[in-house]
Each structure stands twice: as C-alpha cells, then as structure tokens.
C-alpha cells in the first residue's frame, strides 16, 4: 500500500490555493452577471425608448388630423418626436420632426423667433451624426444670424454662436469638409472684428478676448491654406521661415510684467507674387500673432473676475499654439 502524505504546510499552501479560485470564479461570476446586467439594462432602455417613441407618433398623428400642419400646438410634439428619434440614433427621422418644428415657429412667430435657437443646435446634433457637412455650415450661420438679429453684442448666446461657427470653419478647414476654406475663414475673422467695433471699451475682458481669439484662428487658417496649395501641388517654394514670417515656437510668457505673448516680428518682406503668396503669408501671420497677444493679455485680465472664463480661454489659447507649432513643423518637413 502507498500512502500519500500531506504535511500542515502543504495543506495550508492547497487550502489558500483552493480559497484564491474560489475568491476568482466569484469574481469571474459577478463580473460576467455584471455585464449582463448591463446589457439587460441597455436592452430594456431601448425596449423603453421605442415604446416612448412609438407613443409619441401615435399622439403626434392624432393632433395632426384634427390641426392645421403649421399650428403652433404641433411645434413641441414634433420636438419631443424628434428628441425621442435622436436618442435611438434615428437621425433622418429626427431631422424631419426638428425642421417641422422649425417651419411652425417661423410661420407663427417670424423668421428670426430666438426660439428656433434650440431647434437649430438639435438639427446639429444628427447632422454632425450623418457627416452632412453643407447642412452644418448652413445651420452655423443660421445660428449667429439668429444671434445677431436679437441678441445685443456682447450676450454670452451670441458670443457662443458666434464661436460655433468658427471653431465649426477651423474643423472644416483642417479636415477638407468645405470648399473655399478661404473666403469662409476670411468672412469668419471679419464677423469677430465687426462684433469688436460694437463691443464697448469696458467690455468684460473674457468676450473681447474670445473674439481676439477668434481672429487669431481665422487668420492662422488663411496662412495655412495659402502655404498648402503650393505644397499640395509637389512645388518647391523655395522660401526660408523667415521670410514667411515663421520664427520658431510660440511659447506663453510667464513674466506677469509682460503683456506680449509673442516673438518680435520681422519687417513684413516687400516682395512680389512667388509660388507662395508670401507678402499675403506673412500679413496672416503677424495679424496671427498680434490677435492671439492680445487674447492672452485680455485672458489674464479676465482670470481676477470669471476664473471658470479664464481657464476655458487658455485653454484656447493652448490649442491655437499647439495649431500654430505644427503648421511651423509642417513648412519645415515641407509635408502637407
């Protein structure tokens, strides 16, 4: 007979073994009922949606037999419809219910009613969600024009329509979205100078900064495009930074004594017409730097009053460096 012996060691060692895969498979078994959990969760939220939806069509229906299609009555049921598709990622169908509540609130209340704002920010959400580049630049510009028709300079609503359709023109630049990136970034800039001449001298620093800023991108995005086309084409501009104004990174100034953000800029080259547009360039590129200067120095201003403003602005203005240094890398690896 072979006896098999186990030791007070051994078995302590088997006993904490057995405890380890115990503690694991529970875990594995919460873990996995955990995540059915979640799926169950997800399931019947959907379940609930499409009920909700469901409902709501069949109310919307109701109402639309027994009013005139442009009543106002109709307008919020064909929001709450819309919202309801949105959330379950019907866009196109929330898209027809966000532009027929539109339609109504015009019919009713005018053409520049503040109440189509929501309406339009909604109808942005599924167009982004569809890639429907055209229809987001309308609704952009739709956006500020509703803004600016009721809204005084300076209202943080208009601002931030205003700022909308820029940051919208800067990701449509950068990503090929729209054609004549040009003439969108310079109608951009010209709207921000324009709501500055309206703006008052003791204007809060954070809205004039915002605006600076707004320049500042616009004419940064002028310089980038006028630099691409001859690269896009296989040219070689033959043209050193600095005659392009480029004098290396930007850097922020720490010094509280300084209120300039930038490098001192070269005398503008008084050249004629190159491969690159280079006296063109280079005015982008001190209008550039000059805006984002002041930017910076109305952002430390604005940091003693609306510290939440002031950390939203550097991060911008972050970003537009960060812009700026890889449109500097680009033109030295001559890649874009």
Not at 103 to 120: C, K, P
Not at 165 to 176: H, P, R
Not at 217 to 235: C, I, N, S, W, Y
Request: glycine share 4%; aromatic share 4%; proline share 3%.
């Amino acid at each position: 007979m072979i006896r098999i012996g186990i030791n007070a060691k051994s078995r302590l060692s088997i006993s904490l073994s057995l405890s380890l895969c115990s503690l694991l498979l529970v875990s594995a078994v919460a873990a996995s009922a955990n995540t059915t959990d979640s799926m169950d969760q997800a399931t019947d939220l959907h379940s609930e949606l499409k009920s909700r939806t469901s409902a709501l069509e069949q109310e919307l229906n109701q109402l639309s037999s027994e009013l005139h299609p442009t009543d106002l009555l109709l307008a919020e049921p064909h929001m709450d419809l819309a919202h309801a598709n949105q959330s379950l990622g019907n866009h196109a169908e929330a898209i027809n219910g966000f532009e027929k509540a539109l339609h109504i609130y015009r019919i009713n209340h005018g053409l520049f009613d503040l109440r189509q704002l929501t309406v339009v920010e909604n109808l942005l959400v599924s167009h982004y969600a569809l890639g429907r580049w055209e229809d987001i630049d309308n609704l952009q510009h739709l956006r500020f024009h509703l803004a600016k028709q009721q809204i005084p300079p300076g209202a943080e609503t208009r601002l931030s329509a205003l700022m909308g359709l820029t940051m919208w023109k800067l990701q449509a630049a950068e990503n090929d979205l729209l054609a004549n990136p040009l003439a969108a970034a310079h109608e951009v800039a010209e709207l921000h100078r324009k709501e500055l001449e309206l703006l008052p001298a003791d204007a809060p620093a954070d809205s004039l900064a915002m605006h600076h800023l707004g320049i500042a991108d616009m004419e940064l995005t002028l310089a980038r495009q006028k630099v691409r086309a001859p690269f896009a084409m296989g040219l070689d501009s033959g043209m050193p930074l600095t005659t392009l104004g480029l004098h290396g990174n930007i850097r922020l100034v720490d010094d509280s004594s300084s209120s300039s953000l930038v490098e001192s800029f070269d005398q503008l080259p008084n050249t004629g017409k190159e491969r690159l547009d280079v006296f063109h360039i280079s005015r982008h590129l001190h209008e550039y730097k000059s805006s984002l200067s002041k930017a910076h120095s109305l952002s430390r201003r604005a940091a003693e009053h609306s510290p939440h403003h002031h950390e939203v602005l550097e991060q911008s203005i972050k970003r537009s460096i960060d812009n700026y240094n890889g449109f500097v890398a680009k033109v030295v690896l001559g890649r874009f």
